[in-house]
Protein backbone atom coordinates (compact mmCIF):
# COMPACT_ATOMS: atom_id res chain seq x y z
CA UNK A 1 0.00 0.00 0.00
CA UNK A 2 0.94 3.54 -1.03
CA UNK A 3 2.38 5.84 1.74
CA UNK A 4 -0.22 8.74 0.84
CA UNK A 5 1.06 10.98 4.28
CA UNK A 6 4.80 10.28 2.90
CA UNK A 7 3.90 11.12 -0.57
CA UNK A 8 2.81 14.98 -0.43
CA UNK A 9 5.06 15.57 2.79
CA UNK A 10 2.66 15.65 5.52
CA UNK A 11 1.95 14.22 9.15
CA UNK A 12 -0.50 11.44 9.59
CA UNK A 13 -2.65 13.75 12.06
CA UNK A 14 -2.15 16.41 9.41
CA UNK A 15 -4.75 18.90 9.07
CA UNK A 16 -7.56 19.33 5.58
CA UNK A 17 -6.00 22.20 5.29
CA UNK A 18 -2.11 21.14 5.34
CA UNK A 19 -3.35 17.99 3.19
CA UNK A 20 -4.20 20.94 0.93
CA UNK A 21 -1.41 23.11 0.46
CA UNK A 22 0.84 20.49 0.87
CA UNK A 23 -0.84 19.45 -2.65
CA UNK A 24 -1.28 22.35 -4.05
CA UNK A 25 2.58 22.70 -3.93
CA UNK A 26 3.59 19.86 -5.06
CA UNK A 27 1.32 19.92 -7.71
CA UNK A 28 1.76 22.82 -9.27
CA UNK A 29 6.32 22.00 -8.59
CA UNK A 30 5.25 18.78 -10.35
CA UNK A 31 2.43 19.35 -12.87
CA UNK A 32 3.37 18.16 -16.87
CA UNK A 33 2.60 21.53 -18.14
CA UNK A 34 5.27 22.78 -15.86
CA UNK A 35 7.70 19.66 -15.62
CA UNK A 36 7.57 17.52 -18.51
CA UNK A 37 9.25 14.82 -15.85
CA UNK A 38 6.74 15.03 -13.41
CA UNK A 39 3.99 13.22 -14.77
CA UNK A 40 4.07 9.86 -12.97
CA UNK A 41 4.90 11.90 -9.59
CA UNK A 42 2.12 14.46 -10.47
CA UNK A 43 -0.32 11.20 -10.96
CA UNK A 44 0.86 9.97 -7.42
CA UNK A 45 0.20 13.79 -6.04
CA UNK A 46 -3.10 13.76 -7.58
CA UNK A 47 -4.01 9.83 -6.07
CA UNK A 48 -2.65 10.77 -2.56
CA UNK A 49 -4.57 14.18 -2.40
CA UNK A 50 -7.85 12.18 -3.48
CA UNK A 51 -7.77 10.03 -0.79
CA UNK A 52 -6.64 11.88 2.10
CA UNK A 53 -8.87 14.98 0.93
CA UNK A 54 -12.43 12.63 1.39
CA UNK A 55 -13.44 11.58 5.17
CA UNK A 56 -14.68 7.93 3.71
CA UNK A 57 -11.53 7.44 1.68
CA UNK A 58 -9.01 8.90 4.58
CA UNK A 59 -10.90 6.55 7.19
CA UNK A 60 -10.37 3.50 4.99
CA UNK A 61 -7.09 4.19 4.13
CA UNK A 62 -5.75 4.78 7.78
CA UNK A 63 -8.16 1.34 9.01
CA UNK A 64 -7.56 -1.00 6.36
CA UNK A 65 -9.10 -3.56 8.27
CA UNK A 66 -12.52 -1.99 9.07
CA UNK A 67 -13.53 -2.51 5.79
CA UNK A 68 -13.52 -6.04 4.31
CA UNK A 69 -13.33 -5.38 0.99
CA UNK A 70 -10.43 -3.11 -0.10
CA UNK A 71 -8.02 -3.18 -2.71
CA UNK A 72 -7.88 -6.86 -1.74
CA UNK A 73 -10.29 -9.01 -0.40
CA UNK A 74 -10.53 -12.30 1.47
CA UNK A 75 -6.74 -13.86 0.51
CA UNK A 76 -6.16 -10.31 -1.00
CA UNK A 77 -9.07 -11.44 -3.52
CA UNK A 78 -10.61 -8.48 -5.41
CA UNK A 79 -13.99 -7.55 -4.47
CA UNK A 80 -16.10 -8.31 -7.99
CA UNK A 81 -13.65 -11.75 -7.82
CA UNK A 82 -14.94 -12.43 -4.56
CA UNK A 83 -19.03 -12.38 -5.68
CA UNK A 84 -17.97 -14.07 -9.35
CA UNK A 85 -17.11 -16.89 -7.02
CA UNK A 86 -20.23 -16.64 -4.90
CA UNK A 87 -22.44 -16.59 -7.92
CA UNK A 88 -23.17 -13.49 -8.94
CA UNK A 89 -22.48 -12.09 -12.24
CA UNK A 90 -20.41 -8.32 -12.26
CA UNK A 91 -20.62 -5.83 -9.43
CA UNK A 92 -23.80 -4.60 -8.42
CA UNK A 93 -22.43 -1.02 -7.52
CA UNK A 94 -21.83 -0.90 -11.27
CA UNK A 95 -22.47 2.21 -12.58
CA UNK A 96 -22.93 3.87 -9.80
CA UNK A 97 -18.68 4.91 -9.76
CA UNK A 98 -17.99 8.26 -9.81
CA UNK A 99 -16.70 10.30 -12.80
CA UNK A 100 -13.22 11.33 -12.98
CA UNK A 101 -12.19 14.44 -11.72
CA UNK A 102 -10.99 17.07 -14.37
CA UNK A 103 -7.19 17.48 -13.63
CA UNK A 104 -6.18 21.46 -12.40
CA UNK A 105 -4.94 23.75 -15.39
CA UNK A 106 -1.82 25.86 -14.42
CA UNK A 107 -1.67 29.58 -16.13
CA UNK A 108 1.90 30.85 -15.51
CA UNK A 109 1.80 34.09 -15.70
CA UNK A 110 4.84 36.67 -15.91
CA UNK A 111 5.22 39.71 -12.93
CA UNK A 112 7.33 42.84 -13.16
CA UNK A 113 9.20 43.89 -10.11
CA UNK A 114 6.90 47.65 -10.36
CA UNK A 115 3.84 45.51 -10.82
CA UNK A 116 4.82 43.42 -7.63
CA UNK A 117 5.37 46.19 -5.64
CA UNK A 118 2.59 48.23 -6.65
CA UNK A 119 0.18 45.65 -7.00
CA UNK A 120 -1.81 45.24 -10.24
CA UNK A 121 -4.92 43.76 -12.07
CA UNK A 122 -4.06 41.23 -14.80
CA UNK A 123 -5.90 39.55 -17.32
CA UNK A 124 -5.92 35.78 -18.23
CA UNK A 125 -6.82 34.52 -21.10
CA UNK A 126 -6.87 30.56 -21.52
CA UNK A 127 -8.78 27.40 -23.67
CA UNK A 128 -10.68 24.61 -21.81
CA UNK A 129 -12.45 21.63 -22.75
CA UNK A 130 -16.72 21.65 -21.81
CA UNK A 131 -19.25 19.36 -22.34
CA UNK A 132 -20.86 19.39 -25.52
CA UNK A 133 -24.38 20.94 -24.89
CA UNK A 134 -26.16 19.32 -27.75
CA UNK A 135 -25.38 16.12 -26.90
CA UNK A 136 -25.19 16.54 -23.14
CA UNK A 137 -21.60 15.01 -23.43
CA UNK A 138 -22.08 11.93 -25.01
CA UNK A 139 -20.20 12.07 -28.44
CA UNK A 140 -23.83 11.51 -30.27
CA UNK A 141 -25.90 8.46 -30.63
CA UNK A 142 -24.78 5.77 -28.89
CA UNK A 143 -25.37 1.96 -28.83
CA UNK A 144 -24.29 -0.81 -26.42
CA UNK A 145 -21.08 -2.87 -27.28
CA UNK A 146 -22.07 -6.07 -28.14
CA UNK A 147 -18.50 -7.35 -27.37
CA UNK A 148 -18.50 -6.62 -23.40
CA UNK A 149 -22.59 -6.06 -23.28
CA UNK A 150 -22.33 -3.01 -22.27
CA UNK A 151 -19.51 -3.77 -18.85
CA UNK A 152 -16.35 -2.19 -21.11
CA UNK A 153 -14.81 -5.22 -20.02
CA UNK A 154 -13.70 -8.62 -21.34
CA UNK A 155 -14.31 -11.41 -18.66
CA UNK A 156 -12.01 -14.72 -18.76
CA UNK A 157 -12.20 -17.29 -15.77
CA UNK A 158 -8.97 -20.05 -15.88
CA UNK A 159 -9.20 -23.03 -13.78
CA UNK A 160 -11.65 -24.73 -11.90
CA UNK A 161 -13.65 -24.67 -8.29
CA UNK A 162 -11.65 -22.79 -5.65
CA UNK A 163 -8.83 -21.86 -8.09
CA UNK A 164 -10.49 -20.15 -10.23
CA UNK A 165 -9.12 -17.11 -11.37
CA UNK A 166 -10.96 -14.28 -13.23
CA UNK A 167 -8.84 -12.02 -15.45
CA UNK A 168 -10.63 -8.51 -16.67
CA UNK A 169 -9.50 -6.66 -19.36
CA UNK A 170 -10.42 -3.45 -21.45
CA UNK A 171 -12.85 -4.36 -24.34
CA UNK A 172 -10.84 -4.02 -27.32
CA UNK A 173 -13.99 -2.69 -29.34
CA UNK A 174 -15.21 0.22 -27.37
CA UNK A 175 -12.44 1.17 -25.20
CA UNK A 176 -13.51 0.01 -21.74
CA UNK A 177 -16.67 2.93 -22.49
CA UNK A 178 -19.25 0.29 -22.59
CA UNK A 179 -20.91 1.45 -25.30
CA UNK A 180 -20.44 2.42 -29.68
CA UNK A 181 -20.67 5.80 -31.22
CA UNK A 182 -23.21 5.67 -34.24
CA UNK A 183 -24.11 8.62 -35.28
CA UNK A 184 -21.70 11.52 -33.89
CA UNK A 185 -22.74 14.88 -32.69
CA UNK A 186 -22.50 17.89 -35.26
CA UNK A 187 -21.32 19.89 -33.20
CA UNK A 188 -18.29 17.95 -31.05
CA UNK A 189 -17.79 15.48 -33.65
CA UNK A 190 -18.10 12.22 -31.67
CA UNK A 191 -15.40 14.13 -28.52
CA UNK A 192 -18.15 15.00 -26.24
CA UNK A 193 -16.65 17.99 -25.39
CA UNK A 194 -15.44 21.55 -27.35
CA UNK A 195 -12.54 24.14 -26.93
CA UNK A 196 -14.21 27.03 -24.94
CA UNK A 197 -12.20 30.53 -24.66
CA UNK A 198 -12.33 32.21 -21.35
CA UNK A 199 -11.02 35.32 -19.63
CA UNK A 200 -10.24 36.11 -16.02
CA UNK A 201 -8.99 39.32 -13.95
CA UNK A 202 -7.12 38.20 -10.89
CA UNK A 203 -5.79 41.54 -8.57
CA UNK A 204 -2.08 41.18 -7.41
CA UNK A 205 -1.68 42.33 -4.08
CA UNK A 206 1.94 44.14 -3.01
CA UNK A 207 4.36 41.57 -2.99
CA UNK A 208 3.21 39.33 -6.07
CA UNK A 209 6.09 36.76 -7.34
CA UNK A 210 6.54 35.59 -10.48
CA UNK A 211 3.82 32.84 -11.02
Same mark, same amino acid.
Do not use: W
Given at each position: ?8 ? @?? /? ?7 ? /? ?13 ? +? ?17 ? +????? /??? #? ?6 ? &? ?16 ? #?? #? ?6 ? /? %? ?9 ? @? ?21 ? %? =? ?11 ? =??? &???? @????? #? ?10 ? +?? =??? *?? &???? *? ?8 ? &? @? ?17
Amino acid at each position: MKDYYGILG @VD /KNASPDEIK /KAYRKLSKQFHPDVN +PDGEEKFKEIAEAYDTLSS +PDKKQ /KYD #NPMSSMFG &TGGPGGMGFEDFLSQMGF #NG #NPFEGQQR /K %PKAPEKIISID @VTPIESYLGSEKEINYRREIGCQ %P =CNGTGGDRTTCTN =CRG &TGQI @VQQVG #NGLFTQVIRNVC +PI =CQG *KG &TMLI *KACFQCGGRS &T @VGEFKNLKINLNHGTDVG
